[in-house]
């Protein structure tokens, strides 16, 4: 009897500990994709028996989730927004934002397009609409196709705040899931032209317009001369405690810093 | 590299902002933004204090209400009026008739804009009048009962600007027109559609006003059985104006609209305007073809504004509705006309205005449905005087007065519309109203 109290208690143990070690990361997909499952690989070689769940769907679905209390860490490529900061309040959760690397929004034309660089200015009448013809802005004749994220997406807002001086995007551009479907749709259409975090840059097909002459790379980013730079976050209810706060360490530390340059991010220390 | 003490400051500073008040809160993020640009904050510090501020608005009343992320514009307002009024009428057998009534009219509603260049509008409004949101006191069938209390869309309508040149209206809505009292009562929100165009040329500003308005439904056309086919009655407008300044801070304004009916003499559209008249009613909306130019001319006088102030009004189909109604010997009563005087404006607390008019309808030169329901007893073939004045109790409160005296135009023909004094026989007619106005 003493002996099956034993096992059943041992047994018990293991599943919360189990429980205990698993983190829930929603959110950007600019932050989803590539880095925190790289950092999450890293973290899972020395704390062995922690398990993520990492669903990349957009910020507006990682400020969700910790709203709901469905997960640990909110990914967001954006700031929370004042109505999530009175929803969450109205639930008692206390929204608690950590930059943990910095990027920079590129706009991305097609590698052959002769069209190089791009004032604010043209950037901005680009993604709404007023120019829809490469011509206008030196390029060969060539109806533009505007690619942008979908609404729930971090850059598509922070772009249009960045960017487009907060105008709506043009009706016909079309809403894709993630960085790296824009930069592919991009790489296939010579007419076409969007926007990916400094992570997706090199992707074969495209080329990056340098904006008022900057171009997203990390020197431009942390010396905030590139005027699409902007921070990433992690965000939790209030201080991240357990295991959530062991992984916010982690991100922060020399390792995941590091992990944040290699994946083409800069580093936030 | 900024000391403790210069960021604690700096960060206690941005927290009294924002506990200052909600507004600041959402002002102080520039502010923010500067500390980080000096160095005195790093970008962490920022954000969290950012979302303090944030936090702490959402506990504030304000941070409390919820818009849809599609509004960029959203306003609540409305007013409040009480009113003391006294009405008389005499008969051309010289027999009175005195009605006092104390009345109130709610209006409130909300306006906003949402992203791609639309906007809508919401009133609700007491009474179920077209020309009155006025409630009587008392009115109810009982002492203090509601049956008469009810409230009402008094405006719903979506429109589109794509330009600040350009708008469009679809709905129940704000009469789009520039008018006056002569032709149509302020009251009046029209259903229907209307386009809106506004242009300048140097220093002269023009704009188009087109109405169609849905003034009668038939409800089905081409009826089973029925070998007559029903048709709904529309009110189409045409306005072209242009506003003209001149120096020393005058101006004229001249603004003519032309007023047509569709399926006016259709003797199966809606009833009562369907083209027949009878002895006591002309209600029907046939042989209305009306041109009206409402004139404006503005000048200082002193530090206070002045204007002088006209509109006119003529049927080119009079003589065919006063022959319709029997009377072809009456067709000079094709023609309406207001002219005035108006001194001061009563916008802040302590402005006084002061308006005085003269105004002269004929019997057979406007749409008695339309014209103001309160001067003259909502009737042509009337003339007379008003006098208006305003006192500004505050910027949201005014005290008005307003005196009519009015006579029958020419005493061979009724006095036709919809009025409290209800007599078409009415030959003078008097007017007092007291009112308070509130508005929010």
């Known amino acids: 009897m003493k002996k099956a109290l034993l096992t059943l208690t041992l047994a018990l143990a293991a599943v919360s500990a189990a429980q205990a070690g698993k983190l829930v990361i929603k959110g950007s997909d600019t932050i989803g994709a590539k880095l925190v499952p790289m950092l999450a690989e890293d973290y899972k070689a020395q704390n062995p028996g922690t398990t993520f769940e990492i669903a990349a769907e957009g910020s507006t679905t990682g400020i969700s989730a910790i709203i709901d209390g469905t997960a640990d860490i909110g990914m967001a490529s954006r700031p929370v927004k004042q109505l999530e900061v009175s929803s969450a309040a109205a639930k008692g959760v206390s929204m608690k934002p950590t930059i ?170 | 590299m900024a000391t403790i003490a210069t960021k604690w400051t700096a960060l206690l500073g941005c927290a009294l902002l924002g506990s200052a008040a909600a507004g600041y809160a959402q002002d102080s993020g520039a502010l923010i933004d500067v500390l980080v640009k000096k160095g005195i904050l790093t970008d962490q510090e920022a954000v969290d204090v950012k979302t303090e501020l944030m936090r702490e608005n959402a506990a504030t009343p304000a941070g409390k209400v919820n818009l849809s992320s599609s509004t960029t514009e959203f306003r609540i307002g409305g007013d409040l009026r009480v009113r003391y009024e006294y009405r008389e009428g005499a008969n051309s057998a010289g027999d009175h008739q ?96 209307a386009e809106q165009f506004k242009f300048s040329s140097g220093d002269v500003g023009y704009f188009v006003n087109l109405g169609q308005f849905v003034y009668g439904t038939a409800g089905s056309q081409n009826v089973f059985g029925s070998a007559a086919t029903n048709s709904d009655a529309y009110l189409l407008a045409w306005q072209a104006g242009a506003k003209v300044p001149f120096s020393g801070g005058t101006s004229l304004q001249v603004a003519p609209v032309l007023y047509t009916y569709v399926n006016q003499k259709q003797s199966t559209n809606p009833s009562p305007f369907r083209g027949a008249f009878s002895p006591t009613s002309m209600a029907s909306i046939n042989n209305l073809f009306v041109v009206e130019i ?20 003529y049927n080119f189909e009079g003589k065919d509705r006063a022959r319709k109604f029997g009377r072809p010997d009456m067709d000079g009563e094709n023609n309406a006309y207001q002219i005035g005087f108006q001194y001061g404006k009563a916008a802040k607390r302590g402005d006084w205005d002061a308006k005085l008019f003269y105004q002269a309808t004929g019997a057979f030169a406007l749409d008695n449905n339309l014209v103001d329901s309160d001067l003259f007893d909502g009737r042509t073939n009337m003339k007379g005087i008003v006098l208006q004045g305003n006192y500004a109790l505050g910027s949201a409160t005014q005290l008005s007065i307003t005196v009519a005296n009015a006579r029958r135009k020419d005493g061979s023909l009724i006095a036709p519309g919809s009025g409290d004094i209800g007599t078409t026989d009415l030959n003078k007619f008097w007017l007092g109203q007291v009112d308070f106005n509130l508005k929010f």
């Open chain 2, 98 to 193: 005195e009605r006092n009534r104390y009345r109130y009219r709610f209006r409130a509603g909300f306006t906003g804009k949402v992203t791609d260049d639309f906007f809508y509008g919401f009133r609700l409004e007491t009474s179920s009048g077209n020309r009155s949101s006025n409630v009587t006191m008392g009115d109810d069938g009982g002492p203090w009962g509601k049956n008469n209390d009810g409230t009402y869309i008094g405006q719903i309508y979506v429109g589109w600007q794509p330009s600040s040149n350009t708008t469009v209206i679809a709905g129940r809505m704000p009469n789009p027109l520039v008018t006056t009292g002569l032709v149509w009562d302020g009251d009046i929100n029209p259903e229907g559609f």
């Open chain 1, 100 to 269: 943990i690397a910095y990027d920079g929004i590129g706009v991305i034309v097609n590698a052959g397009n002769s069209v190089t660089s791009l004032t604010r200015k043209q950037v901005e009448q680009i993604f709404t609409g007023d120019i829809t013809d490469w011509s206008a802005l030196g390029g060969s004749p060539g109806k533009i196709s505007v690619y942008t994220r979908n609404t729930s997406s971090g850059t598509y807002s922070e772009f249009k705040e960045l960017a487009m001086k907060k105008r709506d995007y043009a009706k016909s551009s079309q809403k894709l899931a993630g960085n790296e479907q824009i930069a592919s749709e991009v790489a296939k259409n010579p007419n076409g032209v969007g926007y990916v975090g400094l992570a997706y840059l090199n992707i074969p097909g495209i080329k990056v317009a340098a904006i008022d002459g900057a171009a997203p790379t990390v020197e431009s980013v942390q010396a905030k001369k590139y005027p699409y730079a902007r921070p990433l976050f992690y965000y939790t209810n209030g201080e991240p405690t357990g295991e959530a706060a062991k992984f916010v360490e982690f991100t922060l530390s020399k390792q995941g810093q590091d992990t944040v340059g290699k994946v083409g991010f800069v580093p936030a220390k």
């Open chain 2, 294 to 313: 409402p004139i404006e001319y503005n000048f200082p006088i002193g530090e206070k504004p002045g204007k002088v102030f006209a509109d006119f009004a």
